[in-house]
């Protein structure tokens, strides 16, 4: 049976993940023009369209022309004969020293094949783009950094990011839900993110900068235990004149899933529970309500929507990015302090438009948004479509006291996994975390949250330097 195009190039994607890790296990079996080819080739045979200019050392200035649609005649060859003589070798062979070698057997086939797209590329696209610039989408590629939803636990990933800037591997596209929206919108604001500065307002943030008791209509989401306002954050993410910071004003393009709930299936979700007090406190409301989210995990309630894909839904202000994506159902209401005319419209029309009562945590469709994150490189939305997709993940069955009561949840949520391992080369499962509950974590659990994400980038970090590493154009003479 014949591959759709799309699994044809996630195969290869693949396929080029698979040569990385082995040749960083192995780097004495192929020598490194031949890896370089194999890699050069596998980035080419994936191309279908880019943006001349967008690619390039980072911080070097370049202008950016219109997209270019290629022919697809020379790469779809490309492609057919990679699949036929890599993906075995790559994909199916256990042995990390035979995969190499195998891969090693196939390096002359793969370099004429591969000067031939290359040219009749440059010759077909002769007033599009030049044989350097074409080279330099080739070569280069960028970090898409995808981090999931969680509640607290998500506080891991600033110390992740943190680590990332030290190593001066920033990412050129954010896609986030729930937590990792609202962490991925803040980090978004500058190209170089001030970690320092992130971490000392987190700790400065009181319970009545965030939340409230929640409200009776007009909320953009669904009912909550708690009225989710950020007024704090509402408040970081505007422009010296006071005027709102648009998801279109980031420094770094960013992407938030939200989910709507369907208005055919809304009469039929579980009431919210009977509002009371707990002996223990808020933490035991929002455990009693996050066990409710069963009902929400499914393709007939919730229906994904990325914020930020399209040049309409740039023009939301980021703190309703971050709200909607945040807004757990039965857990968090999102109703902003201060309402802003231009995203409510824009809401308004989403809702007509794909028939919806109301919206809320992106989580409940893809809690690791890594397949809306590849759609959205495919789509244009960074220029280049060379991209190392990382995901981030801290939602998973944990048997520590903080976590194991949430396993139904948990496993509710790794089940939406399957569907999105195709469209990430790496996952990094954090643990541990804070509790998911702990929304507000203490100075103390910010810090325990830093040193833990800091700490568990160690796995990820020779794999990402050397992905992230220009390849050299191959010598076709």
Partial sequence: MSLSEEDALLRIKRMEASLIRSHLAHSDVLPKADYQLLRYALVLARLRAFSPGAAGPRGEQREVRKEVTLNTSPVSSLRQLLLDTLYVPLREQRNILLRLSQARQQVDGVRTATAQARRELIATHAHDFSAAELDAELCHKVLVLMPGGGGGSGFVYIGLVARL???????????????????????????????????????????????SRPTIGGALSLPGAVRLHLRGMDQMLRHPDGSPLRIKDLAIPYDALIAGVKLSAYRDLPAAPERRSHMLGAPLVVAERMLQLLSYFSPHVAKGIVLGRDEVTREMRVVDAIGLSSAIPGVLQYAPWREDAHSLKILSDLRETHKLRAFMDGGTVANVPARAAWKGVQSGRIGTRNAYYLALDCFHPQWSAGHAWLIPVTQAIQAQLPA???????????????????????????????????????????QLHEALKPLQVPDFT
């Fill in 165 to 211: 800037k030290a190593e001066g591997l920033m990412p050129s596209y954010i896609v986030g839900a729930s937590i990792g929206a609202l962490l991925g919108g803040l980090m978004a604001r500058d190209a170089e993110p001030d970690i320092d500065a992130l971490m000392a307002w987190g700790k400065g943030l009181r319970m009545r900068q965030i939340f």
């Fill in 420 to 462: 999105q391992r195709p469209y990430y080369d790496w996952l990094v499962r954090f643990q541990p975390t804070p509790s998911p509950v702990n929304l507000l974590p203490t100075e103390a659990v910010f810090d325990k949250a830093f040193q833990w994400g800091w700490q568990q980038a160690d796995a990820i970090l020779p």
